[in-house]
């Protein structure tokens, strides 16, 4: 019986001697994975990424912090919102598609919608909408990005023709908009299937607008990290994610469980969907610490990391700032098998356009 991770359409079983269909090599491969044994599996799963068209590749630079960009424009507005960036969606939605501009600009290689902190209930709330107009919102968010990446090739003949985007899937502590995803869910008793149905209509609405891949970042509690889990597996198997957390330290996510424990099961639940698990919006100085717990807990995850300046807010005061430069934390996390790198908050197209240097270097250099 094949086990969970490996779905058995990713199998390339050949059905012609390998001189007419297959390659030796691939040959002997699909004979490997026909009779190896489970943990077997797993390790040839992670060598190959079988069916997955760019997380195998070499080191792909996403985009950085879309709200902190987007307040360059509009100052700090967006960060005292309830909707954050959401908001903008509605209100200003050339300046959105700008924004996915200034990145791509940059030489990111990949972008993420702003619907982090979309939700129906916070658009009912907040924008007076309905929930049918909510939904569309959200999908709005996707076509933004798709003119932007649009618009961008069209004035750049040296554009890739396959710039990827992804769904940005914020968690539920965002659309409270009281800081509860760098601390978790405490004393809140949500369920997980509680979790699950708020999640359920935004992934929904990503999915219809036609995306693939979406990014589920800034998650702070294992319980959440396990409800989209189990939500992506059994109701949208066609879609493919990334999984990153919010995290207190060098080894904690938010809520107080140890990062290794949190990725081994999500891995568990998800293998087969899970492009990578990873850290975003944290202190650039504990993310080391923390890609190397998630490969203590199984070495064959691939890891994102895209963590913030390492600047501090505070309520009423605003940004603190005392950061740090991401890019020079880029030459520790590439070789631990990181998949994908950028920024969160306080990181600016200026800082994607060091990061791109920093992985071209180190990728010419190690070929």
Known sequence: MLPACLPA???RIPTTPPSKSLHGNDYCYCLLVLFATSSQLSSLIS?????RSWSNMKPTVIDGGFGTQLASYLG???DEDPLWSARMLSTHADLVMKVHLDFLKAGAQLIRTNSYQASVGGFVEHLGLSEVESL????????????AVQKYKEENDAAPADIPILGSVGPYGACLHDGSEYFGYEGMQLT??????WHRPRIQALDEAGLKVLAVETIPSLLEARAVSHLLKEEFPHLRFWLSFSCKDGERISE???I???AAECWQIACAQLEAIGVNCVHPAYVSSLLKSIKEANSSIPLVAYPNSGEQYIAGKGWQENGEKVSQFVQEWLPLGTRFVGGCCRTYPRDIE??????????????
């Open 354 to 367: 060091e990061i791109l240097s920093q992985v071209g270097k180190i990728s010419a250099a190690d070929p």
């Open 9 to 11: 359409w990713r199998l």
């Open 260 to 262: 290794k424990d949190a």
């Open 256 to 258: 107080g469980t140890l």
């Open 76 to 78: 700090s507005c967006v």
């Open 47 to 51: 060598q190959k990424h079988i069916g």
């Open 192 to 197: 997980l299937e509680q979790l699950i149905d």
């Open 136 to 147: 569309e919102l959200i999908k709005k968010s996707v076509q933004l990005a798709q003119t």
